[in-house]
């Protein structure tokens, strides 16, 4: 466990902490319920990297970190409103980093959506650059979950074709 701001502690997501956990993802802007399956995988193969932040009332942050031998991970990081501006995020993210770092991690990614402004501030501000443009290609193994667009957020927006000279990042 370590100490943060305010009397708040960040540590492994604990089963107790799951109700508030996925309360807390259902209700930040720009996340939505995480499934419980995907939070029980993270939680089986790499459960030192699924972390919650607490203070005196209770689970404040939340975020899922993911490592694949190459490259980390900090997904779905969300902080209760009435815990923000306090170092939440900050915290939670640095000890992402800390642990993906002590597993011989040399580069940590994330996603951001394209208008989540104070997400992209936050992480600009955390020292973590915007790549190229990408555009992200993904596949369901589990079948179809409804009929209408590949993408799954309705904060996010369609596809666009690539221009002849979007330069290709580096993997």
């Known amino acids: ?3 943060y701001n305010d009397g708040m502690d960040i540590r ?16 930040t802007d720009h996340l939505g319920p995480v499934p419980d399956a995907e939070v029980a995988q993270l939680r089986t193969f790499e459960p030192d ?18 490592f694949d031998g190459r490259r980390g991970w900090i997904n779905r990081l969300a902080v209760d409103d009435r815990a923000r501006r306090r170092g939440v995020a900050r915290a939670l993210a640095a000890e992402l980093e800390r642990r993906l770092e002590a597993r011989g991690c040399v ?5 951001v959506l394209e208008d989540n402004r104070p997400g992209q501030a936050f992480w ?7 790549g190229w443009p990408l555009l992200l290609h993904h596949k369901r193994l589990d079948g179809p979950t409804s009929d209408g667009p590949a993408w ?6 369609p596809p666009r074709d690539p221009a002849p000279d979007d330069p290709v990042p580096p993997c």
């Open 1 to 3: 466990m370590t100490g």
């Open 12 to 27: 492994t997501l604990a089963d107790e902490d799951l109700p508030a956990a996925q309360a807390l993802w259902s209700r």
């Open 49 to 66: 990297l699924v972390l919650a932040a607490h203070d005196a009332d209770g689970l404040v942050g939340v975020a899922l970190g993911s």
């Open 107 to 111: 580069q940590v990614n994330l996603l």
């Open 124 to 130: 600009t501000a955390a020292g973590y650059g915007a």
């Open 152 to 157: 799954t957020s309705a904060a996010m927006s």
